[in-house]
């Protein structure tokens, strides 16, 4: 059973030399690049042809992490202005799955953008086991990070935002895009479909408004809800989403406190959970601009990437 190479491209419109600086500088490198915690350059002999050795190390979490070392050597092309730079690393540690492993990455300089593409491929430890395990979990995961890592250099490249602020607004973003889709499919499922005799159906049978047909009434509002939390968390990148929720949840407890008054006067009104719900979607929202997307780099070689 043999894996596919792990193959991301993407297009950032920048100088070469400042993308060159950013991904061969280690202490820039470490900053974007989700699959490194740390990259020290280890002391070289003055030869310019010797590779560049050096040490990586990454946090998979849990207190621990995983060590290795590396080297790579530059390419430069003079009539075609492209570089490439490759690579072969490895690790000693019985906790790494990953064995060793080659690739490189390639600049191509395309007027005032410069496409970056990047291919490797590594052998595996634990076995068949381990060989599974990379096929389905792991290469997957990790040619995710590197794409989502491309992204975030063009955007600090592109928009000078820095790695640092894109992964704060990377967690803020999914953190409220979470809580605030959880809360639209326990708001459909739970008090609407399985459980409205606790006192949904009693709010619409004293509002007056669905005489005989409270409960079909809930039970289409749950599923709307239903339907809301899926379309959030489909085009959680569209701020106008956000928008008509917010409008929505305004809307909704007004009605249901212009119908029955004394509903306001309760510890936990309609609005106690409106509000919060707005404010999730606020910063759902505010940070929906420029947040890496894997989805942006291509992630299959053509005919141009490989030759």
Not at 15 to 37: C, G, K, N, V, Y
Not at 74 to 89: M, P
Not at 151 to 180: F, G, K, N, T
């Given at each position: 059973?043999?894996?596919?190479?792990?193959?991301?491209?993407?297009?950032?419109?920048?100088?070469?030399?400042?993308l060159?600086?950013h991904t061969?500088?280690?202490?820039?490198?470490?900053?974007?690049?989700?699959?490194?915690?740390?990259?020290?350059y280890?002391?070289?002999?003055?030869?310019?042809?010797?590779?560049?050795?050096?040490?990586?190390?990454?946090?998979?979490?849990?207190?621990m992490?995983?060590?290795?070392?590396?080297e790579?050597?530059?390419?430069?092309?003079?009539?075609?202005?492209?570089?490439?730079?490759?690579?072969?690393?490895g690790?000693?540690?019985?906790?790494?799955?990953?064995?060793?492993?080659s690739?490189?990455?390639?600049?191509?300089?395309?007027?005032?953008?410069?496409?970056?593409?990047?291919?490797?491929?590594?052998?595996?430890?634990?076995g068949?086991?381990?060989?599974?395990?990379?096929?389905?979990?792991?290469?997957?995961?990790?040619?995710?990070?590197?794409?989502?890592?491309?992204?975030?250099?063009?955007?600090?490249?592109?928009?000078?935002?820095?790695?640092?602020?894109?992964?704060?607004?990377?967690?803020?973003?999914?953190?409220?895009?979470?809580?605030?889709?959880?809360?639209?499919?326990?708001?459909?499922?739970?008090?609407?479909?399985?459980?409205?005799?606790?006192?949904?159906?009693?709010?619409?049978?004293?509002?007056?408004?669905?005489?005989?047909?409270?409960?079909?009434?809930?039970?289409?509002?749950?599923?709307?809800?239903?339907?809301?939390?899926?379309?959030?968390?489909?085009?959680?990148?569209?701020?106008?989403?956000?928008?008509?929720?917010?409008?929505?949840?305004?809307?909704?407890?007004?009605?249901?406190?212009?119908?029955s008054?004394?509903?306001?006067?309760?510890?936990?009104?309609?609005?106690?959970?409106?509000?919060?719900?707005?404010?999730?979607?606020?910063?759902?929202?505010?940070?929906?601009?420029?947040?890496?997307?894997?989805s942006?780099?291509?992630?299959?070689?053509?005919?141009?990437?490989?030759?």
């Amino acid at each position: 059973m043999r894996n596919k190479p792990v193959y991301v491209e993407i297009e950032i419109e920048a100088d070469i030399e400042a993308l060159w600086r950013h991904t061969q500088s280690p202490d820039l490198h470490q900053q974007w690049d989700l699959r490194f915690s740390e990259i020290v350059y280890l002391p070289k002999p003055n030869d310019e042809e010797l590779p560049q050795r050096f040490l990586y190390r990454t946090r998979i979490g849990f207190g621990m992490a995983v060590s290795g070392t590396g080297e790579t050597s530059a390419i430069f092309h003079k009539r075609s202005g492209e570089r490439t730079s490759t690579l072969r690393f490895g690790s000693v540690e019985r906790v790494s799955l990953i064995k060793e492993g080659s690739g490189f990455w390639k600049y191509r300089p395309q007027g005032d953008r410069v496409t970056f593409l990047t291919q490797y491929d590594y052998e595996t430890r634990w076995g068949a086991a381990g060989r599974w395990f990379d096929r389905i979990v792991f290469r997957p995961v990790f040619g995710y990070a590197t794409a989502w890592s491309f992204d975030m250099l063009r955007i600090w490249l592109e928009e000078r935002i820095p790695p640092s602020v894109s992964i704060q607004r990377a967690i803020v973003h999914y953190v409220s895009l979470a809580l605030l889709a959880m809360l639209w499919l326990y708001e459909g499922i739970v008090p609407k479909l399985l459980y409205p005799e606790y006192g949904e159906l009693a709010l619409l049978e004293q509002l007056g408004w669905f005489t005989g047909l409270e409960r079909i009434t809930l039970q289409l509002l749950g599923a709307g809800e239903i339907v809301i939390a899926l379309l959030t968390v489909r085009w959680h990148r569209k701020t106008s989403i956000f928008v008509w929720q917010s409008v929505l949840l305004l809307l909704l407890p007004l009605g249901a406190i212009f119908g029955s008054p004394a509903i306001a006067l309760s510890p936990f009104n309609p609005f106690t959970l409106s509000l919060p719900m707005i404010a999730l979607a606020f910063f759902t929202a505010l940070t929906a601009r420029q947040l890496p997307q894997a989805s942006r780099c291509l992630r299959k070689p053509n005919d141009r990437s490989v030759g």
